[in-house]
């Protein structure tokens, strides 16, 4: 279990820097964009870059996002519950998550295939963008990652 959790947590570190690195060329080019569009010099296919460079950030930000807790819980109902049926509810919620983005990931892995296979390709640049489309399933994959993680955790009674 110590080493999937180490696993888990370098996985999602590296994810990190690349969804950093990610943010600060989408800053750039659209920063970059504003500047040359006061001297009528924008660049050409500014907005499919930005948005492919979106996917990859926020994809990559969800498995570190799942392992810590960083994310927005409604406990309104839950938190009037005995600790021991909040416990069960977290763990379930964990699996259920586990499942659900598992197979997202992989939905999102069988269109990223069918577009490499038809040789798609984005409208202004003429990019191929399969490779962003593997990198949002692979997100995907680590938040499923995550969760599984998480969820053996709450079922073996290890502390997260």
């Known amino acids: 279990m110590k080493y ?3 696993f888990n947590d370098l996985l999602n570190k590296i994810s990190m820097i690349l969804g950093g690195i990610s943010v600060i060329a989408l800053m750039l080019l659209a ?3 504003v500047i040359l569009r006061m001297f009528d010099r924008p660049f050409r296919g500014v907005y499919e870059l930005v948005s492919f460079l979106g996917a990859i950030v926020i994809a990559f930000a969800l498995g570190y996002t799942q392992k810590h807790k ?3 819980v409604v406990t309104i109902l839950t938190e009037k519950f005995p600790k021991k049926i909040q ?3 977290e763990t379930l919620a964990e699996f259920i998550i586990m499942i ?3 197979i997202v990931s992989w939905q999102i892995y069988i269109w990223g ?3 490499y296979e038809s040789h798609e390709v984005s409208e202004t640049l003429k990019l191929i963008f399969y490779p962003f489309v593997f990198a949002v399933a692979a997100g995907f994959a680590l938040l499923s990652l995550s969760a599984f993680v998480g ?3 709450k079922l073996f ?3 997260e």
């Open 157 to 159: 009674g290890e502390e």
């Open 31 to 33: 920063t970059g964009n």
């Open 113 to 115: 295939m069918k577009i």
């Open 100 to 102: 659900f983005f598992g």
């Open 4 to 6: 999937l959790d180490a």
């Open 151 to 153: 969820f053996l955790k």
């Open 87 to 89: 416990s069960a509810i």
């Open 70 to 72: 960083d994310h927005i």
